[in-house]
């Protein structure tokens, strides 16, 4: 097994071989999670987090699943899956394949699978307006598969429109990612308006479960004022590690890789990881603190790790 502080970075004839597993495994929810990725401002880091923070759960031990939703496959690119002129997600969406057969292994991760955009998935705003229960088409191919994963993460294109609609749809908790930048904040609003028509029209059980904060730079006022407004206004959504803004990070999807894997040790990389497993523990189930009797071997090891934390409590 190849050790996953090895760094890739440099290396431009670079494949991604062996598998990546840490040493300390990551919490496992009860059930299977399901995010939707989305903010309709382009740039501001959707599919670097989804990426990212997808991989580095895989790397905790856990098995989960990206479902790229962007006609550009920015994100099929980074797991460096095939996604061009093969079947993917829009095929599903048409009802032309069953879900199982647009699966792809991610090369390098112990249990990471990719569902691949695709070009004529640029089609699907115009062509699902036709469809019966045109919001519900990605809730409903997903059944046959959640429970294979622990984590589903869906990357939502730059829009509002009926992709977007359709991931918030399927999924149990929304990610946001803000970039800490000028503007950042605008465009919030919108989006939490279709998030609150999808509750109450379409999905009850979504909740805007996470924030993460992207292309931070300390040295900046600006990142530090948008990091503190966020912070006052979603004390409980906000995952207060911030992603720095870090050339590492945009350099690994040109190496079709994740910066788990391109460079791991690199801060992007790290702070990626505490940002994975921070969502790891929130989702862990909370009976693993109560003293019971199927305790097993691990209970001795992990005892003095236990954070019980209270919905809303930062431990
Ligand atoms: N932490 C970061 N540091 C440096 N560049 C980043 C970082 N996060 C994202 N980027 C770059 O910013 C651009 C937009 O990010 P991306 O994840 O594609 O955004 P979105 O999916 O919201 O459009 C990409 O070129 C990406 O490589
Ligand atoms: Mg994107």
């Not at 040493?23 to 880091?45: D, L, W």
């Not at 921070?278 to 992990?302: H, L, M, T, Y």
Request: charge should be negative.
């Amino acid at each position: 097994m190849a050790d996953s502080r090895e760094t890739n970075a440099g290396n431009s004839n670079n494949k991604v071989v062996g598998v990546r597993r840490l040493k300390e495994a990551m919490a496992k929810p009860a059930s299977t999670r399901i995010f939707t990725v989305a903010n309709q401002k382009g740039g501001v880091g959707k599919t670097t987090t989804t990426v990212n923070i997808a991989a580095a759960l895989s790397m905790g031990g856990l098995r989960v699943l990206v479902i790229d939703l962007d006609p550009q496959g920015n994100a099929s690119t980074a797991l460096g899956v095939p996604h061009r002129d093969i079947a993917g997600i829009y095929d599903v969406l048409m009802g032309d394949q069953p879900i199982t057969a647009v699966v792809q292994k991610v090369a390098g991760f112990p249990s990471l699978d990719c569902i691949p955009s695709n070009s004529s998935l640029a089609n699907a705003e115009v062509n699902l307006v036709s469809m019966v229960a045109r919001e519900l088409r990605l809730k409903e191919a997903l059944v046959e598969i959640s429970p294979n994963y622990d984590y589903i993460f869906i990357d939502c294109p730059p829009s509002l429109g009926l992709l977007t609609i359709n991931a918030l749809a399927a999924a149990r908790e929304l990610l946001i990612p803000i970039q800490t930048e000028y503007y950042a904040l605008e465009g919030l609003s919108q989006l939490l308006e279709t998030y609150g028509i999808v509750k109450k029209r379409l999905n009850a059980n979504l909740e805007l479960s996470t924030i993460v904060l992207t292309m931070f730079d300390g040295r900046t006022r600006l990142s530090n004022d948008v990091a503190a407004n966020v912070r006052s206004h979603f004390p409980k959504e906000l995952i207060d590690i911030p992603i720095p803004r870090a050339v590492r990070v945009s350099e690994a999807p040109s190496y079709s890789q994740t910066v788990m894997t391109y460079d791991p040790l690199s801060p992007g990389a790290i702070a990626y990881m505490q940002v994975a497993r921070e969502i790891a523990e929130r989702g862990k189930p909370k009976e693993e603190a109560n003293f019971d009797s199927n305790f097993d071997s691990n209970f001795d090891s992990n005892v003095v790790n236990i954070n019980y934390k209270r919905d809303g409590e930062i431990a």
